[in-house]
């Protein structure tokens, strides 16, 4: 894929010089400290992950269109659910936004150079192909059956390659620590005169309450799986109960992570929706300081929640209570966020360009997540809910809807910058449209079997065969988004080749990266010093909507 | 953001930077953050210990005292004295004396050598009184000793006073708990250790060699930070599993 890349450039009649085409060895990639570079080499990693992650989901769902299953034992069920989770969440929506677009963006949002550390970044990638490897080898090794969840006492005493697959999962977590520390400099130390932390886009704002999270939460999670492995290689316990230990602990030491994890997947997603709402809807962004702020609140309350995952983990009711109100209020910093890109698309003029589409559906999908999320934090409806389908559809809606719909926003919107060239609108916006329908007939009729008492991470339902209706078609559903996620994949590859050059600005964007910095751009970022004079996102409705037309007209070759 | 400096002589400015200010501000800032991650790294650990010994006091109580607090003692010692020294070095880094700083950094690498010395004696004691947590323990089961051992405070001066001594009962299974979290909590201390005596000599080599990379206070100020961590999970450890109260 790298050596695809590199190609383009030097064909082009009046070569100019950019981070692609400055050098085209393998090396240069391999050694680069270029953030625009590594965050090419992370597209390229995380799209690998998330492909083989796919292959896993695809599995699940064919084997649960029959009530007595077709394809898998019930161990290489385990393990399949397993892969699908593990791959997914480390190994995609945890780095995906940040790694990708972000190390590309924050650099040149903010006006500097590169990183603060350069190298520290290519150390991260590293070490997550390094983590990446080690779970790919557990598979490889027989696989993993203790889900992505590594719950105690069952991933102690499993007998198959959990060890090697948490240290990859180590690894990987340190990987990303590494990217946090390296945008929290970054964002501190190296913005341009005049960029104050008012006039940052709500992109760096996300980006940096997400680094603060990852910062406080994955050194613990990466403890206690450090715990599992030393239970399962020495023998020590410090969760066996035979030992005095709990395993309750683990759960709640787990979820004190995964709950913020949530939130290093979905605010990178917050952030990459104000760009493109307030992009194609002309209008200053609505409430600024509240986004901003909203982001940090979540970050914050967003450690407070975790046993919102345990109520019936032998957690007291009083317990239950508090984290259930807790919970209930980090919807409200949810809230204002939407409520702020609605206000802003009103009496904006809204284009419904591709990554506007994605970021549409974002809204929708979230809005579904998140309302179903509270039936959860209330103690009582969790009680029937938990553990069933309804919670495997809660979080797809905010993972799959929230993260990688906002994901794919992002690539589509900011891929001209990336690479110098159009896409095909037409193909991208049925893309967007696809993907929308697929994951809705994929997810929707999870809520209502989950909601009838299916369990998750069971195979088999012959004591009910009427589900299997809804089984079907949920399978169905999944091979549209299948085929959605596969669109993107062929015509982003092939605009690489074919794609028409674009200019600086193809959106008649405001920002930095769009307004100071060609497309691609060069590795300096920007071919003079950077004094910001201006206030973020100011746009002016009336003006920008003509000029916009006409650039929209040039991109799409002559429709609209 | 400062105006660039001259490109005068001095410690090298990264293509990145604007200015040496910038260069050194975010190299401290990055060092903090990581510290931050260190904290909430070792802090899920005490809390883990926290919670297990509010819970099993008494076991907690009487595991410990197979530990021996003057070997403890000497390591905090030995630690709080390189602590000393990474200072000075940084102090000396910032003044320009290269070789006060050498000696300071030769210090701190031999109090870090020393304290695993110390250590590895303690873990070849535990060894031999089969107090590894896994299936050789064997606490509590060897006879004639049942936690004989007279101390001032906890005997002496009770009797003294003329305080009801409690009874404790000691369960293996939780003294097995105990030394799983020592030997975690020390061994993964241990190994900051020795990741602190890579990077101190990493820095020597490089101040010896007059590298353009050192031209500046600010790596061994770095490394100085590290080290200060290192030695402040210790000050904790020290009390919290050689000197537990009754
Ligand atoms: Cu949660």
Redo the contacts with the bound molecule.
């Keep these: 894929m790298s050596a695809t890349l590199i190609e383009q450039g030097t064909q082009e009649p009046g070569f100019k010089r950019n981070y692609l085409n400055t050098d085209h060895t393998i090396k240069s990639w391999l050694l680069t400290v270029d953030h625009k570079r590594i965050g090419v080499l992370y597209l390229i990693a995380v799209t690998f992950f998330f492909f083989l992650g796919s292959i896993a989901a695809a599995m699940i769902r064919y084997e649960l269109t029959s009530p007595h299953g077709i394809l898998l034992s019930s161990e290489v069920y385990n393990k399949t659910f397993s892969a699908h989770g593990i791959l997914m969440v480390f190994q995609f929506l945890v780095v995906a936004i940040p790694a990708v677009l972000g190390n590309f963006l924050l650099p040149i949002m903010i006006g500097a150079r590169d990183m603060a550390f350069p190298r520290l970044n290519l150390l991260s990638w590293y070490m997550f192909m390094v983590g990446g490897s080690l779970i790919l080898l557990s598979f490889a090794m027989g696989g993993v059956d203790a889900g992505w969840t590594f719950y105690v006492p069952l991933s102690t005493i499993s007998q198959t390659q959990i060890s090697i697959c948490l240290v990859g999962i180590f690894i990987t977590g340190f990987s990303s620590i590494f990217t946090a520390v390296n945008f929290i400099a970054t964002i501190h130390k190296m913005r341009a005169p005049g960029m104050t932390w008012f006039r940052l886009p709500l992109y760096v704002w996300s980006h940096y309450s997400t680094a603060l999270v990852i910062l406080l939460g994955t050194p613990v999670v990466a403890i206690t799986l450090f715990l599992v492995v030393v239970e399962r290689t020495f023998g020590f316990g410090v969760f066996s109960a035979e030992l005095g230990g709990d395993p309750v602990l683990f759960q709640h030491l787990f ?1 004190f992570y995964s ?1 913020p994890a ?1 939130y290093i997947m979905i605010l990178p997603a917050f952030g990459v929706i104000s760009e493109i709402i307030t992009c194609f809807s002309r209008r200053p962004i609505f409430g600024y300081k509240f986004i901003a702020f909203s982001s940090l609140a979540i970050a914050f309350l967003g450690f407070l ?2 046993g ?2 345990m109520f019936i983990s032998s957690q007291s009711v009083f317990q239950g209570v508090i984290f259930s109100l807790i919970s209930f209020i980090l919807a409200v910093p949810s809230a204002i966020k939407v409520f702020n890109w609605t206000a802003t698309m009103y009496k904006g003029s809204v284009h419904f360009s591709t990554p506007m589409l994605y970021a549409l559906g974002f809204l929708g999908l979230f809005i579904i997540g998140g309302l179903t999320g509270l039936f959860l934090a209330s103690l009582d409806t969790d009680v029937h809910l938990t553990g069933t389908y309804f919670i495997v559809a809660h979080f797809h809606y905010v993972m799959v809807g929230g993260t990688i719909l906002a994901y794919l926003g992002g690539i589509h919107f900011w891929w001209p910058k990336m690479f110098g060239r159009t896409y095909s609108e037409t193909w991208g916006r049925l893309s967007a449209i696809v993907i929308f329908a697929g994951f809705n007939i994929t997810f929707f009729p999870q809520f209502m079997v989950g909601y009838l008492g299916m369990p998750r991470r069971y195979h088999y339902y012959y004591t009910e065969p009427s589900w299997q209706f809804y089984h079907i078609l949920s399978t169905a559903g999944s091979t549209v988004l299948g085929v959605g996620f596969l669109m993107p994949a062929i015509y982003l590859t092939y605009s690489l080749f074919k794609g028409k050059p674009c200019g600086p600005n193809p959106w008649g964007a405001k920002g930095l990266e769009w307004e100071h910095c060609d497309s691609p751009p060069i590795t300096e970022n920007f071919a003079e010093p950077i004094l910001v004079m201006d206030n973020v996102y100011n746009y002016d409705p009336a003006a920008d909507s003509a000029k916009y037309e006409n650039e929209e007209v040039d991109m799409l070759g002559g429709r609209s | 953001m400062a105006h660039a400096h001259p490109a005068h002589e001095g410690p090298e400015v990264y293509f990145q930077y604007e200015s040496l200010d910038q260069q050194q501000e975010s190299y401290t800032l990055g060092m903090w953050a990581f510290l931050v991650t260190e904290v909430m790294f070792f802090g899920a650990l005490f809390l883990i210990y926290t919670l297990y010994r509010m819970k099993f006091h008494e076991d907690f109580f009487l595991a410990h005292e197979q530990l021996n607090w003057k070997m403890g003692g000497l390591n905090t010692v030995i630690l709080l004295t390189s602590s000393m020294t990474v200072a000075l070095a940084v102090h000396f880094a910032q003044k320009g004396k290269k070789a006060a700083q050498l000696t300071c950094l030769g210090v701190t690498l031999l109090c870090a050598f020393g304290f695993l010395v110390v250590k590895t004696w303690e873990y070849g004691a535990k060894g031999d009184h089969h107090l590894y947590p896994n299936w050789t323990f064997s606490y509590g089961h060897e006879e004639g000793k049942e936690h004989k051992v007279k101390s001032f405070w906890d005997d002496t001066l009770p009797q003294a006073l003329h305080i009801e001594k409690k009874e404790m009962h000691g369960n293996p299974e939780r003294a097995k708990l105990f030394f799983s979290i020592y030997f975690t909590l020390t061994g993964l201390h241990g190994l900051h250790v020795v990741i602190g005596i890579i990077a101190i000599t990493s820095l020597m080599i490089l101040i010896w060699r007059n590298s353009s990379l050192i031209t500046d206070y600010v790596p061994t100020e770095l490394v100085g930070l590290y080290w200060h961590f290192v030695d402040l999970v210790w000050i904790f450890l020290y009390p919290l599993l050689y000197l537990i109260p009754r």
């Design positions: 979820w709950h949530v929640v975790w919102h995952h």
